[in-house]
């Protein structure tokens, strides 16, 4: 049922401060009343979140930072909102009764109630990768067992989504995922290598977290949506491909066993794939901008180039080895984002952690699939703890 003012449509917002959390808000308050927002959960901003919370009357507000339920509790005063600190009143807002849970808690800090919500059935809108590449096996597994559903809020996995057109896997020769390039698309390799913090986050066409733009700059972001796609559209790593396009207009290609391709198209806008989750199976008219071919003109295409970017690779290849490599990678590469971002680190050397931490996990027999969520999380603690000190021994 298409969701009206009689009959709204209601959503818990996880990760509601953040930038697909801001774009959401913002297309619910221009839907007019069809959407009603039942919980919303952030990580430390206290104040953005009561203000999300107050202007849509939301019943309870979850906020991870314990530190910051003082000053929560402080901004949400006199307004009825009940409001909570820590991971498990995060999860407690993911598990409330609701029509749909918009995943999108940056990291792998939303692997636990990303995972919650499928565990009770719910409809998830995922903009939260980590799930499926720390988790992705048992999230999958969770989902199928209650009957939960995925939609795809990544603009490159929905672009895929709605390329597909509910054509079934074993027709697909190839799944492309595009990549704008970053901002060091035409770098060169001792440029890139020299790269500052501040050179990885400005990005030429999105407008993301930290995290999540580093990744895209070194390409990992691609990686990881690859091993996301692997598990959400059940595709072989086989028949996984990158295509580098500059315009970030085309976000995801099908190629399909008799020769057709289908392409999913839009303006580089997160509204768009946002509303496509919020509205679906019908469409949300929204005020982004519509694409024009003719003032484009043209559109053009790169294969991506490992050796300058060669995060890209060793996603592929923890993709491709299975197991609990995709894992190892993904906790491996937080650390290295977070080293990077704080300047303790040069560009180049996050691969390189990253590689020996899995090389690390082979050796020692860490990279065997992880039977559940919780065995999951539990390896990446035990990898993030093993780069830390790793990374602490190269600084001491």
């Given at each position: ?156 996995h929905n672009a895929i989504f709605q390329a597909l057109g509910g054509e ?226 190269r600084h001491s």
């Amino acid at each position: 049922m298409s969701p009206s003012r009689d009959n709204p449509r209601k959503i818990v917002l996880l990760g509601a401060t953040g930038s697909i959390g801001h774009s959401t808000t913002r297309l619910i308050a221009e839907a007019d009343g069809i959407y009603e927002i039942s919980a919303v959960a952030s990580g430390s901003d206290a104040e953005g979140l009561a203000r999300i919370a107050r202007k849509f009357n939301v019943p309870f507000a979850a906020i991870a930072d314990v530190k910051a339920y003082t000053a929560l509790k402080n901004a949400l005063s006199g307004s009825g909102i009940e409001c909570a600190a820590g991971a498990e009143a995060v999860v407690e807002a993911a598990s409330l009764p609701c029509d749909m849970v918009v995943a999108a808690i940056a990291g792998t800090h939303g692997v636990a109630p990303t995972c919650a919500a499928l565990g009770l059935g719910r409809t998830v809108a995922l903009a939260n990768k980590e799930s499926l590449v720390c988790a992705g096996t048992a999230a999958m597994r969770l989902a199928a067992k209650h009957n939960a559903r995925i939609l795809p809020m990544d603009s490159e996995h929905n672009a895929i989504f709605q390329a597909l057109g509910g054509e079934h896997p074993s027709h697909v020769e190839v799944m492309t995922l595009t990549a704008s390039g970053g901002p060091f698309r035409l770098w060169t390799q001792d440029q890139i290598a020299a790269a500052t913090p501040a050179e990885a986050l400005a990005h030429p066409n999105w407008l993301m977290g930290p995290k999540v733009t580093v990744d895209s700059a070194s390409l990992m972001n691609k990686g990881l949506e690859l091993i996301e796609a692997h598990h959400l559209f059940g595709i072989s790593p086989e028949k996984l491909a990158v295509l580098v396009h500059p315009q970030s207009i085309i976000h995801g290609l099908v190629s399909f066993a008799d020769g057709s391709v289908t392409a999913g198209m839009a303006c580089p806008d997160m509204r768009i794939p946002i509303a496509h989750c919020l509205s679906w199976p019908h469409r949300l008219p929204t005020a982004s901008p519509k694409l024009d071919l003719a003032a484009l003109a043209s559109l053009t295409f790169e294969a991506p180039d490992m050796t300058r970017f060669p995060a890209l690779q060793l996603a592929i290849d923890a993709m491709r080895e299975g197991k609990g490599l995709p894992t190892v990678l993904n906790a491996a590469n937080e650390v290295a984002v977070e080293a990077f971002l704080a300047g303790r680190i040069g560009f180049y050397a996050m691969s390189t952690l990253v590689l020996e931490a899995m090389n690390a996990a082979v050796r020692s027999g860490m990279a065997v699939e992880p039977v559940s969520v919780d065995e999951a999380l539990a390896v990446h603690h035990v990898v993030r703890d093993r780069c830390l000190a790793l990374l602490a021994g190269r600084h001491s």
